[in-house]
């Protein structure tokens, strides 16, 4: 819900600035003294920090980029494109995830492999992370797992705008995945050589039928678990 702003002019104290600066100075002098030598501020940011000798504030500030502090279990890192055994995308170029993406920030063409008439492909695979909004959304709507959010990685920081638009190759990374319910593996692709055919069959595990990225085979992000942490926070509230 956007703020109210009461549109007025300033009034006499404001104009003056000095009663404001005052009070700024005192607020942070406030806060200061308060961490130096009393209870810490509650922020559970400053809690976790060590507290350093007399005389030295404990407020100082993380020393990035030599001192990074640990991404939390739910972050939501930078995508990438899960691989199957073969080193090939899981995806299907079915387009949920471009669908689904509020931001649309994702762009697909499809490719059909010449040797297999059902599958597809995605011949272009791009990701604008400067459009995306870390929403997860592409993640839950994928019905291969073949695009996560568990990199654990943000986005580097580049000069030049085309350096933020992640395609297919570089978006393909990781662990690889296998399901025994996966095509592929099922119905059998003449792409794959039988014997690694049947090395991908022997690696695959079953579905889960909870199927959350939790039964990922890597550990990965949940927006399930985090909208129910937050569902939870909500009745606990009231």
Known sequence: MPYQIENRPPDLRER???????????AVTKHFLRNLFFTRDK????????????GWADNVTLQYPEERAPYPPGYRGLHRLVPREDGRARCVACYMCATACPAQCIYIEAGEYADDPIEKYPV???????????????????????????????????YERGAQIW???RLLRGPPVSYQYDPWLRRGSPSIPAEKLEEMRARARPFSTVATDEYAQTPGFSVRALAQEAKDRAERAK
């Open 16 to 26: 003056m600035y000095f009663p404001e600066i005052i009070r700024g100075i005192g």
């Open 167 to 169: 395609d297919e190759k």
């Open 43 to 54: 922020n559970p940011d400053i809690l976790e920090r060590r507290r350093g000798e007399f």
């Open 124 to 158: 272009k695979f791009v990701i604008d992370e400067l459009r995306c909004i870390v929403c997860g959304f592409c993640v839950e709507a994928c019905p291969k797992d073949a695009i996560r959010m568990d990199s654990g990685e943000h986005t580097p920081p580049s």
